[in-house]
């Protein structure tokens, strides 16, 4: 049979979606992006904010126009299944992540046809991300819950993977010639603490044994967690690159509180100082919300002062999305749509011009970048420590005339830059 398979939402997602085209591909099936040829659709959903849950649900109503067999699974599925249920019976099967150990025979139950053979396997994924990269959960589920955040009514509390499993994934993948390796989770500095006895330091330094890695990446670090010893580790060893991604969401402390966040400014300022005093030019990466209920314009400068003075190499913003279930769901008052529309408007606008500012400071620059994508006959779209490979930071565009590799490892000089991406030459 060919699939259509339709990935929305984040990384995580993306690394059960892998599993998904694994199984499909190891029972002889094949995919495809062209929806009328397909004869299964399956749609990977998110359910984590308003946006994210419309787009889930305006694919679906796409798909089922079709009138072929569609499944749905991931969080919207998990979060919302027996409103899912009643409301789109067209949908032949809802899938919840909860189910993913049953996967192949509720699809081959669904259909009246043994399709799938074997279960989804985290050994075993078919991967869907850029050329010489990839993702490698360590973790599911959250224990932190932050007031507006629906994560753990969706993927429940932390459950870290054992260092065994996962260096046996990370060998797997190195095998398969990965040269950048991205360790994602919903806060991957909390790996290990549900009773492991061991944390993602010790993680990090295992999977340094992998020599074939030369970039090692760390995304979703909770600002509290990050210790003393996981920035030494990062500022001893190359491979580590130093790209710190620290979702701080406010920095006004009366809202931190609110939110249900354990960091305070004081302690936003010491981290960043410390991490800038280590390591020499890190990456920083940081999220921030606007509009969360009661935030006063006060403390909307608070926040927009201190982007200025703290300047971050990549940012991101949001409007507060208002979740069911959530600690915040009834904190009040709410800040109206249009004026959260107007703040993120100049916080976004502020970090255009300090992002880039510090682009221009890379011109002159020498690193190592991994080739990820050509982009026509004569320019290519790498990566080097700079950025991340979620589509967020921007983009290293190379001109070259030479075939290069896509996976491969290339030395690039900056030459010039955007205000969100790096203009490179190849060092010959």
Known sequence: MK??????????????????????????????NDLEEADIFLVNTCGFIKSAKQESLDTIFKLLTYQKPTFVVGCLAERYLKNLVEEIPEVAR??????????????????GIEILK?????????????????????????NNHCAYCAIPLIRGKLKSRTIEDIYLEAKNLANKGIQELVLVAQNTTDYGKDGLGYNLVDLLKKILTIEQFKFIRTLYLYPKDVSDELIDLIAKEDRLVPYFDLPF?????????????RDRKEDIINLLNKIRSKIKNPIIRTTFIVGFPSESEEEFLELLDFIKTYKFTHLGAFIYSREEDTASYNYSPQVPYKVAKQRLKLLLKAQKEIAHEINRSFIGEEMEALLINKVNKNTYYCRSAFNAP????????????????????????????RPYDLIAELIE
């Open 3 to 32: 699939i259509a398979l339709i990935s929305l939402g984040c990384v995580k997602n993306l690394c059960d979606s892998e599993m998904m085209y694994a199984l499909f591909i190891k029972n002889g099936h094949s995919f495809t």
């Open 94 to 111: 809802f899938i919840p992540i909860r189910d993913y150990e049953r996967f192949s025979t509720l699809v081959n139950e669904t259909l």
């Open 118 to 142: 074997g279960s989804l396997c985290k050994q075993d994924r078919e991967l869907a991300s850029e050329s010489g990269s990839a993702y490698l959960k360590i973790a599911e589920g959250c």
């Open 249 to 261: 969401q406010h920095v006004n402390d009366r809202l931190l509180a609110l939110m249900n966040r």
């Open 390 to 417: 979620d589509d967020i930071d921007g983009r290293i565009i190379l001109k070259t005339n030479r075939t290069l590799e896509l996976g491969s490892i290339i030395k690039i000089k900056i030459i010039d830059a």
